[in-house]
Nanobody, 125 residues
Framework: QVQLVQSGGGLVQAGGSLRLSCAASGRTFGSDAMGWFRQAPGKEREFVAAINWSGGDTRYSASVKGRFTISRDNAKNTVYLQMNSLKPEDTAVYYC??????????????????WGQGTQVTVSS
């Protein structure tokens, strides 16, 4: 079993920055891809970013590319999402997720087996 505990988030003005963290426990963290997703009110959960097991390969959605950076520290069993130049449309609940099983990078939604509890990010205009 894997537990993902998120921290960070909160309220920030447009143009500001936030960093989300996701600490994993319960299994070998450094062997699987990790991802960040978000869900705004009334909308479906959407992909934000993914990082492979080593941190050497990353993917971003078009809406955040160039503003957000995903990274991981396998020694600390933690994945991060640095969010810069935030916009009101980035307001959502953000979730980290861990892939598991057999998959190719980047994982599909169904490859993510473990999810964090979610953290609110609110960007005011």
């Amino acid at each position: 079993q894997v537990q993902l505990v998120q921290s960070g988030g909160g309220l920030v003005q447009a143009g500001g920055s936030l960093r989300l963290s996701c600490a994993a426990s319960g299994r070998t963290f450094g062997s699987d891809a990790m991802g960040w997703f978000r869900q705004a009110p009334g909308k479906e959960r959407e992909f934000v970013a993914a990082i492979n097991w080593s941190g050497g390969d990353t993917r971003y959605s078009a809406s955040v590319k160039g503003r957000f950076t995903i990274s991981r520290d396998n020694a600390k069993n933690t994945v991060y999402l640095q969010m810069n130049s935030l916009k009101p449309e980035d307001t959502a609940v953000y979730y980290c997720a861990a892939a598991s099983g057999s998959y190719s990078f980047p994982p599909r939604l169904g490859d993510y087996r473990y999810w964090g509890q979610g953290t609110q990010v609110t960007v005011s205009s």
